[in-house]
T-cell receptor
Framework: GENVEQHPSTLSVQEGDSAVIKCTYS??????FPWYKQELGKRPQLIID?????GEKKDQRIAVTLNKTAKHFSLHITETQPEDSAVYFC??????????FGSGTKLNVKP | NAGVTQTPKFQVLKTGQSMTLQCAQDMNHNSMYWYRQDPGMGLRLIYYSASEGTTDKGEVPNGYNVSRLNKREFSLRLESAAPSQTSVYFC???????????FGPGTRLTVL
């Protein structure tokens, strides 16, 4: 099956700085890569996603890049704010059936 | 429009007891999923139902069974609970034509 690895496990940045979280996947047939944000005690919520036919996608302060050759994708958050503090998960899926998640990155944005 | 709902919110079981976790969605979604979330391990797929009438194993199906009762409801059953099944369980649903999975609020299960 698919194996998704996520780094770093914790990330601490100063408010206004950028944050980058990286994931690698093993199955070259995976074609959909979502990112979820989970606040403490809450459910995961989709923040951005990318399909394998696209190299980059941006939504305001959040962007995701995908390198299919190297089988890795990254989440970029610019101008971080304290409300960005949460756990972020990457995931990979082939045709939306099985979803494989990374182990999560706890982001702490210091005011 | 409640989205995805799960019952119960919390449950404590003794080893060997059985229980069913309930999940329902009112968004007319085709696909439904059950995940477990353990500290430091992200979410792992237990079972999924791509459409009404179908179910399939995920990454960690052992010790669980599921029923897609109708398009709205997807239940997860633990026949003989074990301490290793202590976890937070999330149900999710997705419409065919959209990418996003919508998650329920979760069920925190402790097996003693």
């Amino acid at each position: 099956g698919e194996n998704v690895e996520q780094h770093p496990s914790t990330l601490s940045v100063q408010e206004g700085d950028s944050a980058v979280i990286k994931c690698t996947y093993s199955d070259s047939a995976s074609n959909y890569f979502p990112w979820y944000k989970q606040e403490l005690g809450k459910r995961p919520q989709l923040i951005i996603d990318i399909r394998s036919n696209v190299g980059e996608k941006k939504d305001q302060r959040i962007a995701v890049t995908l390198n299919k050759t190297a089988k890795h994708f990254s989440l970029h958050i610019t101008e971080t704010q304290p409300e960005d503090s949460a756990v972020y998960f990457c995931a990979a899926s082939k045709n939306f059936n099985k979803f494989y998640f990374g182990s999560g990155t706890k982001l702490n944005v210091k005011p | 429009n409640a989205g995805v709902t799960q019952t119960p919110k919390f449950q404590v079981l003794k080893t060997g007891q059985s229980m069913t976790l309930q999940c329902a969605q009112d968004m007319n979604h085709n696909s439904m999923y059950w995940y477990r979330q353990d500290p430091g391990m992200g979410l792992r797929l237990i079972y999924y139902s791509a459409s009404e009438g179908t179910t399939d194993k995920g990454e960690v199906p052992n010790g669980y069974n599921v029923s897609r009762l109708n398009k709205r409801e997807f239940s997860l059953r633990l026949e003989s609970a074990a301490p290793s099944q202590t976890s937070v369980y999330f149900c999710a649903s997705r419409q065919f034509s959209y990418n996003e999975q919508f998650f329920g609020p979760g069920t925190r299960l402790t097996v003693l």
